[in-house]
């Protein structure tokens, strides 16, 4: 069984600093592509980035371009959201997403992902 277990959330000062985890379990974590999304009150849920399985291409948002860094640990079943200069727009609830199969880097479409962690809420004060 597939499971995704996001942490570090939390409440931040506009221009601070968090950094997300997501531990993966119940899957050959190296051979899939990982990725971040989030979701807004009333909102979709929205892309922000992704990695391939090596972790050698990433891809990000435009929003959160230059901001954010996506990275992986494949010894540690890990992958990581670095966020730097958050501003209250990126208040959300943050998930981690893998792909429905192996080797494939989907774009930013959530339905092309076939497992997500529960998410962790991410709240920005100006």
């Known amino acids: 069984q597939v499971q995704l277990v996001e942490s570090g959330g939390g409440l931040v000062q506009a221009g601070g600093s968090l950094r997300l985890s997501c531990a993966a379990s119940g899957l050959t974590f190296s051979n899939y592509a990982m990725a971040w999304f989030r979701q807004a009150p009333g909102k979709e849920r929205d892309f922000v980035a992704r990695?391939?399985?090596?972790?050698?291409?990433?891809v990000y948002a435009r929003s959160v371009e230059g901001r954010f860094a996506i990275s992986r640990d494949n010894a540690k079943n890990a992958v990581y959201l670095q966020m730097n200069n958050l501003k209250p727009e990126d208040t959300a609830v943050y998930y981690c997403a893998a792909p429905k199969q192996i080797f494939t880097f989907p774009r930013n479409d959530p339905t092309e992902y076939g497992y997500w962690g529960q998410g962790t809420q991410v709240t920005v004060s100006s």
């Open positions: 990695i391939t399985w090596g972790g050698g291409i990433t």
